[in-house]
C-alpha cells in the first residue's frame, strides 16, 4: 500500500435513489482506463464496498471501453490475473499487482455530515472484511473515497471493530502515516 497523501472528496452519495456515488464511479471507471492505457503489464482488481458502486462502476467502465477501443488489449491480456470489479464480500484470495478501491460512501449532499451507514464493515467480522479487501495488492493500492477519516464520528467507530479499522485505514491513506496512539486506541474486545 503507498499512500497517494492526497485525498480526493467528491462528496456525494445518492442515499435515496440509486445508493451508490456516481461521480466517483467515473472517477474511478476513468482511472481503470488510464491504467490500461498507461501501465497495461500489471494486473488491476477493483474492490467496493457496496453492490450498487460496484454495478455504477461497471457501467461507467463499459461507455468509457466503447470510447477507447485500443484498451480492449489490456482486460484480455492477464489470464491468470484476470480484471475484475468485485463488492466487499466478494473479494477474497483476489490478489492483483494494483487494487483501486472505490469507497462510494459519504454525505448525501455537498458540505453535509457523512451518515454513519457502513454496509458490512459495520456489521459483526467487518474488520476482517477490510483486511482481506487491502491485502489483496501485491504493488498497489489507491483508494478512491469522497469522505476521510475525519468524517467518521470516533465514539461510533470505536464501538465497531470494522468501522474503526476503516477509519484508521482512511487516515492512512490520507496522510501516509499512522500515530501509536489511534492505532492502539481499542479500549475493549
Known sequence: LKPKGNVLVVRIFDTGGKRCNSVEAKIVARAIVDHALQTPELSLGVATFSVAQRRAILDELELLR??????EGFFQAHVSEPFFVKNLENVQGDERDVIFISVGYGPSVPGGRVPMRFGPLGADGGERRLNVLISRAKQ???VFSSMTDEDIEPDFAQSRKGVFA???FLQFARTGHLTMAEATGRQHD
Not at 466503447?66 to 484498451?71: F, G, K, M, S, W
Open 66 to 71: 466503447r470510447a477507447h477501443p485500443e484498451t
Open 140 to 142: 498497489r493500492c489507491e
Open 166 to 168: 476503516f477509519r484508521m
